[in-house]
């Protein structure tokens, strides 16, 4: 299964909201991960299940979407969100998307 | 708490063998599976296959195949990754991580994460 992750890099400002998409080669139903990675630092997981807030992850984030296309949104960013986000899908062994690279504007 | 904790970064020529190992500590070693993650620097995350920690069966990603082991030694409730024929393109960080799944569901998840190994290869 091929993962398709857009942008791969946006340049957002402290407030914005920011959309992150990921398309799966093929129906993945809510099998999807978020990701966000800082430098230096292993990745933290975000979402799971498509849309299931990890614990102590601020509400700010939200995902969305089932079968082939899902959403990763922060409604406000914040300045400790600039990073890396990455999908990965789960239906099938794993492929992670190839990432987005959130840069301050 | 969770933890996995990997060992000490390494310096390898090319055509060598490299194992990093993951510790895995406060919770049922054999209940969660253990996948291997590699990054090149400044590029993204690649899967490279998982190990079921009870009974010690290996799955590996097709760019792996044949050139990767995963190993594990559940009285150290340890597990290895064993690269070989290393080249240039091999240096990069490499993370274990627990492989979760939803209550009551069958999604699964990357819970928890090693702080990451890093791997040079150089001549």
């Known amino acids: 299964i091929q993962m398709t992750q857009s942008p791969s890099s946006l340049s957002a400002s402290v407030g914005d909201r920011v959309t992150i998409t990921c398309r799966a080669s093929?129906?993945?139903?809510?099998?999807l991960n978020w990701y966000q990675q800082k430098p230096g630092k292993a990745p933290r997981l975000l979402i799971y299940a498509a849309s299931s807030l990890q614990t102590e992850v601020p509400s700010r984030f939200s995902g969305g979407g089932s079968g082939t296309d899902f959403t990763l949104t922060i409604s406000s960013l914040q300045p400790e969100d600039f990073a890396t986000y990455y999908c990965l899908q789960t239906y099938n062994i794993r492929t992670f998307g190839q990432g987005t690279k959130v840069e301050i504007k | 708490q969770v933890q996995l904790v990997q060992s000490g970064a390494e310096v390898k020529k090319p055509g060598a063998s490299v194992k990093v190992s993951c510790k895995a500590s406060?919770?049922?070693?054999?209940?969660?599976?253990i996948h291997w993650v590699r990054q090149a620097p400044g590029q993204g995350l690649e899967w490279m296959g998982w190990i079921n920690p009870d009974i010690g069966d290996s799955t590996y990603s097709q760019k792996f195949q044949g050139r990767v082991t995963f190993t594990r030694d559940r009285s150290a409730t340890t597990v290895a990754m064993e690269l070989n024929s290393l080249t240039f393109e091999d240096t990069a960080t490499f993370y274990c991580?627990?492989?979760?799944?939803?209550?009551?569901?069958?999604?699964?998840?990357?819970?928890?994460w090693g702080q990451g190994t890093l791997v040079i290869v150089s001549s």
């Open positions: 991580t627990r492989d979760a799944k939803v209550v009551g569901a069958s999604e699964n998840y990357f819970d928890s």
């Open positions: 406060g919770y049922t070693f054999t209940n969660y599976a």
């Open positions: 093929q129906n993945i139903d809510t099998y």
